[in-house]
């Protein structure tokens, strides 16, 4: 028979095994909850596992119970955020996103000239639906264009209705006696506006004054205004300095004030000159004087070197200088050679075509390590390009 003392020893045993195999808390999975959480768990107790608002579980076993031996199966589910729908195409405009998971947001924004007519944003819900509708991308546009005082539409096509969209323009022109302050073209902006506005303003210009020797012509008008015009003369033997049309400016001032200047009576009697790069008997071609401006070239003689060179002179307002080299001939000196038919020293076309390098920029066209030696000297430029004449005559 035994003994219910060790009867009741051995039930307790066996309750303190069982109750020492007890299941730790389960593992945390990601985006999931357990009902219920606890720290411990019993030998057949239950737990279910389930997803949070906005994923879905995959794969693996929702529903456990602790197990004798006190350790949890291993659990394979996943819970996954939910997918929504492809948005959509945005016409006139772009969609922005990184992915269509939930709680992900995507943009929308409008090409230039629209805007946007609805949302800029929508969330993927829980349900995976998204938040709001795709939006709409309108187009922008300005009302018809304010008219500023004194003037008038040039050029003005509205693109829908009375309206014009985006980048669309209108050009103004003032009326008569106006000038106008500004851009005569306005823009339709982004902003459903139009960019500043020109302004048109009355110009008065004086009356001409005449010039010295000469006269001017203008409307028999009591005034004077913005592009009106005035023409200038001179008398004879005298030239004109400037323009012959001048215009009156929207500065209320004309646009040129041209002068009459005197020609040049020769003090030479006889001579050969270079004009124009021909050879002319100066008392010729300028019987009646040279005018005001014009540029002829004398002979003159280096009587050590036996050969002529050339010095310029120019009619400026009525007076010239003869070179002081210039020597007149003389007919009844037949014997001697005139400086124009002596033959030309070398040193002084050299000189000639080294000027005209120099004038026309020409030393830029050398061998540049040349150039990038002389440094830009304009001492130097005259040396290289004497060295470069004298290359050229000689070859």
């Given at each position: 028979m035994i003994s219910?003392?060790?009867?009741?020893?051995?039930?307790?045993l066996c309750h303190v095994v069982i109750a020492g195999r007890t299941c730790p808390k389960?593992?945390?999975?990601?985006?999931?909850?357990?009902?219920?959480?606890?720290?411990?768990?019993?030998?057949?107790?239950?737990?279910?596992?389930?997803?949070?608002?906005?994923?879905?579980?995959?794969g693996g076993m929702r529903r456990f119970t602790c197990p004798l031996t006190g350790m949890w199966p291993i659990n394979t589910l996943k819970c996954l955020p939910r997918v929504c729908p492809f948005a959509g195409i945005l016409e006139n405009g772009a969609v922005r996103y990184t992915t269509f998971e939930y709680p992900n947001m995507i943009s929308f924004a409008c090409n230039p000239g629209f805007y946007l007519n609805g949302t800029?944003?929508?969330?993927?819900?829980?349900?995976?639906?998204?938040?709001h509708e795709i939006p709409v991308c309108a187009p922008i546009t300005c009302p018809p264009p304010i008219v500023p005082k004194f003037a008038k539409l040039r050029d003005y096509k509205p693109s829908v209705g009375n309206h014009s969209l985006y980048r669309d323009t209108a050009v103004f022109q003032c009326l008569p006696h106006h000038a106008m302050f500004g851009n005569d073209t306005i823009t339709c902006t982004t902003h459903?506006?139009?960019?500043?506005?020109?302004?048109?303003?009355?110009?008065?210009?004086?009356?001409?004054?005449?010039?010295?020797?000469?006269?001017?012509?203008?409307?028999?008008?009591?005034?004077?205004?913005?592009?009106?015009?005035?023409?200038?003369?001179?008398?004879?033997?005298?030239?004109?300095?400037?323009?012959?049309?001048?215009?009156?400016?929207?500065?209320?001032?004309w646009?040129?004030?041209?002068?009459?200047?005197?020609?040049?009576k020769l003090s030479?009697?006889?001579?050969?000159?270079?004009?124009?790069?021909?050879?002319?008997?100066?008392?010729?071609?300028?019987?009646?004087?040279?005018?005001?401006?014009?540029?002829?070239?004398?002979?003159?003689?280096?009587?050590?070197?036996?050969?002529?060179?050339?010095?310029?002179?120019q009619c400026v307002d009525g007076t010239i200088e003869?070179?002081?080299?210039?020597?007149?001939?003389?007919?009844?000196?037949?014997?001697?050679?005139?400086?124009?038919?002596?033959?030309?020293?070398?040193?002084?076309?050299?000189?000639?075509?080294?000027?005209?390098?120099v004038a026309s920029n020409e030393f830029w066209l050398l061998d540049e390590s040349l150039l990038q030696r002389v440094g830009g000297n304009l001492l130097d430029i005259y040396s290289f390009a004497s060295v470069k004449a004298t290359e050229k005559f000689h070859t």
């Open positions: 219910p003392a060790l009867v009741f020893f051995s039930s307790l389960p593992d945390d999975l990601p985006f999931a909850v357990v009902v219920p959480l606890k720290s411990f768990y019993d030998p057949g107790e239950q737990i279910t596992y389930s997803c949070q608002p906005g994923y879905v579980s995959r800029d944003s929508a969330r993927c819900t829980e349900e995976g639906r998204w938040s459903g506006n139009w960019t500043v506005l020109p302004e048109c303003r009355e110009v008065k210009c004086p009356f001409p004054s005449r010039p010295d020797n000469g006269f001017v012509k203008y409307p028999a008008n009591p005034q004077l205004y913005y592009k009106d015009k005035a023409n200038y003369g001179c008398h004879d033997t005298f030239v004109l300095d400037g323009p012959e049309e001048v215009e009156c400016g929207k500065y209320g001032n646009s040129a004030q041209p002068s009459c200047k005197a020609s040049c030479v009697k006889k001579a050969t000159v270079l004009f124009q790069g021909e050879k002319v008997k100066l008392q010729e071609r300028f019987k009646n004087g040279m005018l005001h401006g014009e540029k002829v070239s004398f002979f003159c003689k280096n009587k050590e070197k036996k050969c002529s060179y050339t010095e310029d002179a003869i070179p002081k080299c210039f020597k007149e001939h003389s007919s009844l000196a037949f014997w001697k050679t005139d400086a124009s038919d002596v033959k030309p020293c070398e040193s002084d076309s050299k000189r000639k075509y080294m000027r005209q390098i």
